[in-house]
């Protein structure tokens, strides 16, 4: 079974502090991804990865950046937390390829910025 | 147009009901189809995938029309545990961009 793992469940920060969140995945996927989740939104596409050191910019990449040093691991970074950014983040990773491999989710970040 | 439009519901439905969700794609170049089940505050979890012949997994049955533009998730004998959203997601020919629904929400009344 693909196990995608995000580090913490529930973080609560306060604004302006910088944010690090962590996703490990262990099927040696080529691609991950970091959506955020909002009520009437929808889940929304922040960054993705199909590689080492490799990233492209999802639909709302203002205010985060991504870092990929591993293939197993995906780290999200808020640089400076604001409220609108209180939000569901999950993380998902899938086999690259001309498509047929579906997304495996970690069971997700509730952020709380105050 | 969305990329991918589904009736967000509610569907309330009776305990051993038969009930379809319907989700429609925009783009003809969509490759891979799939249903995931999500319960409230936590991860969406795939369902089952959605193959051009149609599949069906116990009591779900998935279908795709490609010259429509949809696929539909058929579950039959609702259980009270079918309670939950249902999102429909389309991958395109990349493999990279994942299209998501925003969810049908079905509930099992007993």
């Known amino acids: 079974d693909v196990k995608v793992t995000q580090s913490s469940r529930y973080l609560v920060k306060r604004t302006g502090e910088k944010v690090f969140l962590e996703c490990v995945q262990d099927?040696?996927?080529?691609?991950m991804f970091w959506y955020r989740q909002d009520p009437g939104l929808g889940l929304r596409l922040i960054y993705f990865s199909y590689d080492v050191k490799m990233k492209e910019k999802g639909d709302i990449p203002e205010g985060y950046s991504v870092s990929r040093e591993k293939k197993e691991r995906f780290s999200l970074i808020l640089e400076s937390a604001s409220t609108n950014q209180t939000s569901m983040y999950l993380c998902?990773?899938?086999?690259?390829?001309?498509?047929?491999?579906?997304?495996?989710f970690g069971n997700g970040t509730r952020l709380t910025v105050t | 147009r969305k990329e991918v439009e589904q009736d967000p519901g509610p569907f309330n439905v009776p305990e051993g009901a038969t009930v379809a969700f319907n989700c429609t794609y925009s783009?003809?170049?969509?490759?891979?189809f799939f249903w995931y089940r999500q319960d409230c505050r936590k991860e969406p979890k795939l369902l089952m995938s959605v193959y051009s012949s149609g599949n069906e997994d116990g009591r779900f049955t998935a279908q795709l029309n490609r010259a429509s533009q949809y696929i539909s998730l058929l579950i039959r004998d609702s259980k009270l545990s079918d309670s939950a959203t249902y999102l429909c997601v389309v991958n395109m020919f990349t493999g990279n961009q994942f299209y998501f629904g925003t969810g049908t929400s079905l509930t099992v009344i007993p």
């Open positions: 998902a990773s899938s086999f690259r390829g001309s498509g047929g491999s579906p997304l495996h």
């Open positions: 783009n003809s170049a969509s490759q891979s």
């Open positions: 099927m040696d996927h080529e691609n």
